[in-house]
C-alpha cells in the first residue's frame, strides 16, 4: 500500500446562492494581467446551463478526460502517436470564443469628455483587439437561467429526462456549480502534456504547470475534462488553479474557500491508496466508479494506515490532520459529498453535496414512492451531474440532509429528539449532531483543517516577489 | 576575391553557427519562461490549419532531406549503387515536392498573421522578421529547384560538410550560381537568428513524452 496525501474540498451546494464572491479574490490575486482576462480558475455557473466554456461536459465535443478501450485507460483525445501527428494544430483545441472575448470599458472618456449637453457613454471595447465590439457572451451570461431557452438544450445533464418540460417556466429548476481544478488523482492533463510540465505534487496532491517547462502545446486545455487548463493567449503558456498552493502551505485556506459568504466550502486531508488509481479510474462501469474512487479513500483513525503512512514518510501533522479531516467526514463517512462528472475518469478531487429543492408544483400524478421525487430539481438531474447517472447515493446524500433537518427542527421546535427519520437513513443523533454543526455552525478553524508544509527553504525572504508567473511581477 | 569569399563563405557561416549556439545557451538560461512556440490556435483556429499543417511536415521533410542530401558524401551513395544523377532525380522530385509544400505553408501562415485582427495583435516584430526569413530561405530553395537545375553534389554539399567538420573551403562555391549563394546565405543567417525567436520551440520537440508515464508527480521537499 501506497499512501498519498491529497488536499480536497467539498463544496455543499445546498448553501450556495451563486454571489460569486469565490471567484472575485480569485481573479484579483491570479489572473487579472494580460492574457489571463478571460481565466476564470473559480467560476460559478448556474445549472442548468451549459457552462464556461460552452458545454464543457459534453466530451463529444471537446473530447477531454479518459475512456476505456479493451479494458485499458486511454486519453478521450487519442494516445501519444495521435499527439504527435496532430501537434501543430490540434483539433480539440477550444478557441477564446467558447469561453468569451474578454472586454473591457474605455473610463478614460468619462474624465476627459468636455461639457456637452449628454452623459458620456463608455463603450465595450475587446481586450484582445482593443476594438470596440458587442458582448455576445461572456461568463455568466447564463446566470440566473438567462437565456436557458436558448441554451438549456445543450446542457449534457438532461440525458435521461424529458429536458423540454424543465425547460418550461413552471417546471424550471437552479442551483449553482461553483467549478475550479479538481486536482485530479489521475488527471487526464497532466498526461496530456507532451512536455512533462504539468506533474501533480507528491505532498499534497496540487496539480500544477511548471512555467519554465511549459511550451504551449495546448493538449492540456483540450484534455482536461473539466475545461480547467486555460491557455494565456499572450505568453502562449498554460496556466490553471494552483489551489492557492502558497496560502495552504502557510496552513490558510485558499482564496476562494476564504472568502465564501456562505460558508459552503470545506478543506481538508485525504489519505489515499496511490497503488490502485489507475485501477479504480479503469473501473469497466462508469457508475461503479464513485464506489471505486472511495475505495481509494483511506481511514485516518486506522493505526494500520498510520503507521504505514509514518513509515513513508508522511509528517505527523498531515496525518493529524487527516483525523480532523472535514473533507474525510463529508465523503468517506457521511457518503454527502459526491464527485463531479466521475464518467470522466479522472478521479476528482473537488466534492459537491447536492442541494435540496423546493418542493414542485407540479407533484406527480399518482402517489410517489418517494418525496425526494417531488423536488424540484430531478434526482436524475443531479445524477447525471455527480454519480454518472446512479441515483441511489444522491438520494442517500439528500435524505440524510432532509433528515438532518427534521431531526433539528423538531429538536428545536419541540424540544425532543425524534430518531425516527435517523433511522430510516442510516445515521445515529450523535452523528447528526456533527453533521449539524459542520454544515451549519462550523467556524474557519473545523471547515479548513490544514497542515502547514515543512519549511525546507530558508531563502523564502530572498525569493520574495521573484517568483510566481514572470509576466506578472 | 578570395577575401570576399572567405568572409561571406567562412566567416560569415561560423558567426551564424556561433550565434545559434550561443545563442540557444543564453537563451535557455536567462528566458525559460520565453521558450515557447507562442501558439496563436487559441486566438484563430480555422485558417491555421491548412498553413501550419502544410508548412510543418514540409519543412520537416526538407530538413531531413538537406541534411541526407548534403551531410552524407556522394561517394557514400555510390557504395550503395545510387549514383549522382538518381540522388539529383530524387532530391529534386522530394524536394519539390516539401517544398513546395513549406512554401505554400508559410505563405498562408503569413497571410493569417496579417489579416486575421487577433493574430495580428500578438504578431511582434520578431516574428515578422521570422517569417521573412522563412519566405526568403524557402523561396529562394523552391526557385533553386525549380530553375537551378546545378548539381550541388561536388562542390556544395563538400562546402557545407567542410564547415561542418571545421574544414572549411570557400573556393568550393566558386562555381555555384548566385541563386544558390543566396539561398544558403539567408539561410545561415535564419540560423543565427533563430535562438532569439520562437523557434526554439523546435527543440522542444517532445520525444520524451512517447516514454514516460502517463502522471507525472514531483516531490517539493526532496529527502
Partial sequence: MKISVQIAMVLNLDKCIGCHTCSIPCKNVWTNRPGAEYMWFNNVECKPGIGYPKQWEDQERHR??????????????????????NIFHNPDLPTIDDYYEPWDYDYQRLIDSPRRRH?????????LTGEPMDPKWGPNWEDDLAGLAETGSGDPNFSGLEKDAYLQFRDVFMFWLPRLCEHCLNPACVASCPSGALYKRAEDGIVLVDQERCRGWRYCVSGCPYKKVYFNWQTGRAEKCILCYPRLEAGLPTLCAHSCVGRIRYLGVLLYDA????????????????????????????????????????????????????????????????????????????????????????VA?????????????????????????????????????????????????????????????????????????????APLAERFVLPTAPVADDGIYRRQGACGYGDAV | MDLAYTLVFTVFPYLCLTAFVLGHACRYITDRYGWTARSSEFLEKKSLWAGSTLFHWGIIFTFFGHAGGLLIPQRVFDLFGIRADAHMTVAYWSGLAVGVAAFIGILLLAWRRLVQPRVRVVTTVNDAV??????????????????????????????????????????????????????????????????????????????????????????LVQG
Fill in chain 1, 64 to 85: 477531454g478526460g479518459w475512456e476505456l478501450e479493451n479494458g485499458h485507460l486511454r486519453l478521450k483525445a487519442g494516445g501519444k502517436v495521435h499527439k504527435a501527428l
Fill in chain 1, 275 to 362: 497503488e490502485h488509481v489507475s485501477e479504480a479510474a479503469a473501473t469497466p462501469d462508469p457508475r461503479q466508479i464513485y464506489p471505486a474512487h472511495l475505495d481509494l479513500l483511506l481511514d485516518p483513525r486506522d493505526a494500520n494506515v498510520q503507521k504505514a503512512a509514518r513509515s513513508q514518510g508522511i509528517a505527523e501533522n498531515v496525518l493529524a490532520a487527516a483525523r480532523h479531516s472535514p473533507v474525510h467526514a463529508l465523503i468517506k463517512e457521511w457518503r454527502l459529498a459526491l464527485p463531479l462528472h466521475p464518467e470522466f475518469r479522472t478521479l476528482p478531487m473537488v466534492w459537491y453535496v447536492p442541494p435540496l429543492s423546493p418542493v414542485a408544483s407540479r
Fill in chain 1, 365 to 441: 400524478s399518482g402517489e410517489t414512492v418517494d418525496a425526494l421525487d417531488q423536488l424540484r430539481i430531478p434526482v436524475a438531474y443531479l445524477a447525471n451531474l455527480l454519480t454518472a447517472g446512479d441515483e441511489p447515493p444522491v438520494r442517500l446524500a439528500l435524505k440524510r440532509l432532509g433528515a438532518m433537518r427534521e431531526f433539528m427542527r423538531v429538536r428545536r421546535v419541540e424540544g425532543r429528539d425524534a430518531p425516527k427519520p435517523l433511522d430510516a437513513v442510516g445515521l445515529d443523533p450523535e452523528t447528526v449532531e456533527k453533521i449539524y454543526r459542520l454544515l451549519a455552525l
Fill in chain 2, 130 to 219: 521570422t517569417v521573412g526569413a522563412l519566405i526568403v530561405v524557402i523561396g529562394l530553395g523552391l526557385y533553386n529547384v525549380l530553375f537551378g537545375h546545378y548539381n550541388v553534389l561536388y562542390t556544395l554539399a563538400p562546402w557545407i560538410r567542410g564547415i561542418v567538420t571545421f574544414t572549411p573551403d570557400p573556393t568550393l562555391m566558386r562555381e555555384v550560381p548566385l541563386s544558390y549563394k543566396l539561398h544558403v546565405t539567408a539561410a545561415w543567417a535564419l540560423l543565427g537568428f533563430s535562438p532569439f525567436s520562437r523557434l526554439v520551440h523546435i527543440w522542444s520537440v517532445p520525444i520524451y513524452y512517447l516514454l514516460r508515464r502517463p502522471i507525472v508527480m514531483r516531490r
Fill in chain 1, 119 to 127: 452623459q458620456p457613454s463608455v463603450r465595450p471595447r475587446s481586450q
